[in-house]
């Protein structure tokens, strides 16, 4: 790796076991972070469209981010130290995943669009291999097994419940696509800035670079019909969990999740974001009353036993290094 460029955004090995309780950590919290954000986005569906709730959220985090950075680093940090052409690239690659997405999920049914997701650590792993030739480290494809088989148990239970099952509509190529996309900026957040950059200042940068583009795909789906006029008058309720969701969920889960990526790479986040329907499941029980199906939480462990499978590789992998040492 060139001296310049960022952190280990695909690690083969790890380097110390601190690497992975701290990467590990991070993960967790992005991930309860966007698992608390699924029962409030879909309320907040209710008030804005998809197109237009994105763009705002990404904007007043980009806002949200830059005061911290003003206040802890100066106005300074708000200049980019690498070509704004490469900001640029990266709100490309976080706007599609942002717009596919959305996209995606209204044109296929959820129980499809679940078991898309639950591939989420192959289209990393491919994304890596491509873009980096990053090999998969030990215990991924068991660790992938088991956050399939937990996806696939999830999946069944909540078919059998709702009476969807498996069917292709469309929207499942975006699904993917958008996922492929947010590997890709994930991977470029950290290869594209110099070590000395913090992630505080790489998520601003990078959310400031996808709030424009947001914007365009709202136009784009404004003037095709897909959205109606924006709500000028949202109720508190709907106000209220738009801060909560931007602040958490996008300022805060973005800083986390590129610690992350910085320190365990981008194939274990895509493993540890199999866990983020589990912590929905369990924020919407807590806050919501909304109970779990059994098969769902049957599910959600086994997810839980492959992301700690791996994690525990890791951390036994770390701590032999300094065994191997003279």
Known sequence: MNAKSGGPETPSTPTDASAAWIGGGSYVLACV??????????????????????????????????????????????????????IVVMGVFASTFFA???????????????????GTPVYGAVVSRLMIGARLEKGFWGAALLTLLGAGIAIYGRAGATGQFLAL???????VLGLGCWAVYSILSQRWFTLETPQ????????????????????????????ETINLHPNATALTYL?????????????????????????????????????????????FGVQPLPEQVAGGVTVLAGVFYMQWHRIQAARAVPAARP
Do not use: K
């Open 169 to 175: 509509q469309g929207g499942e190529i975006l699904l």
């Open 200 to 227: 505080l200042q790489r998520t601003f940068l990078g959310l400031a670079g996808a709030s424009p583009w947001l914007l365009v795909w709202w136009f784009l789906a404004r003037a095709a019909g897909m959205t």
């Open 100 to 118: 596919m997405y959305n996209i995606g999920l209204r044109h296929t049914n959820t129980i499809t669009a679940a078991a898309i997701v639950a």
């Open 243 to 287: 801060l909560v969701t931007t602040v958490f969920a996008t300022a805060l889960g973005g800083v986390v999740w590129n610690i992350g990526v910085a320190r365990l790479g981008v194939n274990a986040g895509m493993m540890w974001q199999n866990t983020v329907p589990v912590f929905a499941v369990l924020i919407s029980l807590l806050c």
């Open 33 to 86: 972070f966007w698992g608390m954000n699924i029962p409030l986005t879909a309320t907040l569906f209710q008030t804005y469209d998809p197109y237009w709730l994105a763009f705002m959220r990404v904007s007043l985090a980009a806002i949200l981010l830059a005061g911290v950075l003003g206040v802890t680093r100066g106005l300074a940090a708000w200049r980019s130290p690498i070509p704004i052409w490469r």
